[in-house]
């Protein structure tokens, strides 16, 4: 029975798993064992032994290890050769010119295939995640958003920035470059108001950080101090194309807090963030009224003379402030700091307003104090859009599929269409709603305006450049350009068309690959 039991246990353990032996002897850690067993029935040592026993298996644990970082680091050397199924996206190095098919891989040695797929695997990682990687990006067609789509195009990437731009023939690859192949690219997607990061995917309160309750203006509150970088929807929106992220406190209260704006890789806010401090965000309209009663604001008009008597505070805080007698400034007040940015267009507010009256009175309230306004989901902003042309204000419009209940009752899938053609500046959104799955995905966002007014490259502009540029980050994002960040998405088809897959990202020059979506 003992031995029925040992030769199980012997089963499980891949410590003990037989060894190939010319002299048919059993494997050192087995040998050890028996060993020990005979000294302790004979009284001899029975403790040394195990002790001896033990030492054997850590040596064999740790000749294992060194073994296969032997040959996981092998595998990494010289070309790096791997092949996603079911897409159209390939990488390899190019060693032999861009002309040549992918080298041929050669067949596994007949040892474990478990061992050669985790090789492969680490193979990937690496180069999947090296810092400063020589990338070139060919596709059938590339949308660089800065002109036409070029057919047959290259992108050319050096130390995380696009270095060159062009055709097959006018872009030479260089030989030792990784080379990714797929009938689309486009720039790296960029959601123009989301919370993800603050709400995260598993829906209960440990990971619910986008709105704080306990007062109704707190524009002090930063969302660097609660973006959790490793959030795994950053992950699942990454898998679609966005590569960017404009995300913080959620609508909900009057100022709720402020927004940042971050990469979809990294696993530290240092790492992720681009723009720490984007937006100043508030909420007009029921979202940011209190039911209970005898709690402010209860209405429209409290809501209004609360924000109008926070500015003026605000702007009596900057006027003590520029006093030459250090003595009598004001101690620091951090919400009067983040709104007196706002009064000196240091940050735009922007106002969470969906019904005709909220939208005109965010407008209203931008006029009297001058600051910069961008409005916010403006489900009726097509009531107003002579009004929202002249202020010069830009809209980032609600999601094309949000819920049409309550204040939304009156959205419609043409508005973003219908800002567009008035010549409004407009960008599209995965916006928020409190449930499950908790995010949308812009690029679907997008296919939807597509089919209700916006032509592709309408659309596409949605959700790249013009999101760039309502969000100030156009220098550095938004197009496919010499000296921007390399961030591109990858597809296998139109990648507005629901059967096509995103076959990989590359942020900041690294290539992210995952399987098809």
């Not at 209960?204 to 986008?210: F, G, K, M, S, V």
């Not at 194309?241 to 609508?251: L, R």
Request: hydrophobic share 40%; charged share 25%; net charge positive.
């Amino acid at each position: 029975m003992r031995r029925d039991k040992y030769s199980a246990k012997q089963s499980r353990n891949p410590l003990f798993a037989p060894r190939a032996n010319r002299a048919g002897s059993v494997p050192r850690v087995q040998r050890a064992v028996k060993q020990s067993r005979d000294r302790k029935r004979a009284g001899k040592g029975g403790n040394e032994a195990t002790m001896e026993w033990r030492n054997r298996a850590a040596t064999v644990r740790e000749r294992a290890k060194a073994a296969t970082k032997r040959r996981t680091d092998e595998a990494t050397k010289g070309r790096v050769a791997h092949r996603f199924s079911g897409g159209g996206l390939e990488s390899r190095a190019n060693a032999a010119g861009p002309s040549h098919g992918p080298t041929p891989r050669p067949s596994p040695p007949a040892r474990s295939r478990v061992g050669c797929f985790l090789i492969a695997t680490a193979a990937v990682l690496i180069a999947g995640h090296s810092a400063g990687a020589q990338v070139a990006v060919r596709g059938k067609t590339v949308h660089t958003m800065a002109g036409p789509a070029i057919e047959n195009g290259v992108v050319l990437i050096r130390d995380g920035k696009i270095a060159a731009v062009g055709t097959a023939a006018q872009v030479q690859i260089p030989a030792d470059f990784q080379v990714l192949d797929a009938a689309v690219v486009t720039p790296g997607l960029i959601d123009a108001h989301s919370t993800v990061g603050f709400s995260g995917i598993l829906n209960i309160p440990h990971d619910q950080d986008q709105l704080e309750h306990s007062a109704p203006i707190q524009p002090e509150l930063r969302a660097v101090d609660a973006f959790n970088a490793r959030e795994k929807l950053l992950e699942w929106v990454r898998g679609f194309g966005v590569t960017t992220v404009h995300t913080g406190h959620a609508p909900g209260e009057l100022v709720s807090g402020q927004t940042l704006i971050a990469k979809t890789a990294g696993e530290t806010v240092d790492r992720a963030v681009i723009v720490p401090s984007a937006t100043v965000a508030a909420t007009l309209g029921p979202a940011a009224q209190k039911s209970e009663k005898g709690k402010s604001p209860g209405t429209r008009g409290k809501m209004m003379a609360m924000l109008r008597a926070e500015f003026i505070k605000a702007q009596e805080y900057l006027r003590k402030q520029e006093n030459p007698d250090v003595e009598k400034r004001p101690e620091r007040n951090l919400s009067l700091e983040a709104l007196g940015k706002v009064l000196k267009r240091e940050l735009p507010l922007m106002v969470t307003a969906n019904q005709a009256q909220d939208i005109d009175s965010a407008l209203r309230l931008a006029k009297e104090f001058e600051f910069k306004l961008i409005l916010d989901s403006a489900t009726e902003s097509y009531l107003l859009i002579d009004e929202i042309k002249a202020s010069g204000v830009p809209v980032i419009v609600h999601p094309t599929m949000t819920r049409a209940y309550g204040e939304l009752r009156n959205l419609s899938f043409e508005t973003a269409a219908k800002l567009r053609h008035a010549g409004i500046p407009i960008a599209l959104q995965s916006g928020y709603e409190d449930y499950v799955p908790k995010t949308r995905v812009v690029l679907f966002e997008a296919a939807i305006a597509a089919g209700n007014g916006l032509t592709f490259d309408e659309a596409l502009a949605t959700i790249t450049l013009d999101a760039a540029r309502i969000l100030g980050i156009d220098a550095r994002l938004g197009s496919l350009e010499v000296g921007k960040d390399a961030d591109l998405a990858l597809y296998d088809g139109d990648p507005f068309e629901y059967t096509s897959h995103c076959l990989g990202v590359v942020i900041n020059g690294q290539v992210f690959n995952q399987p098809p979506r």
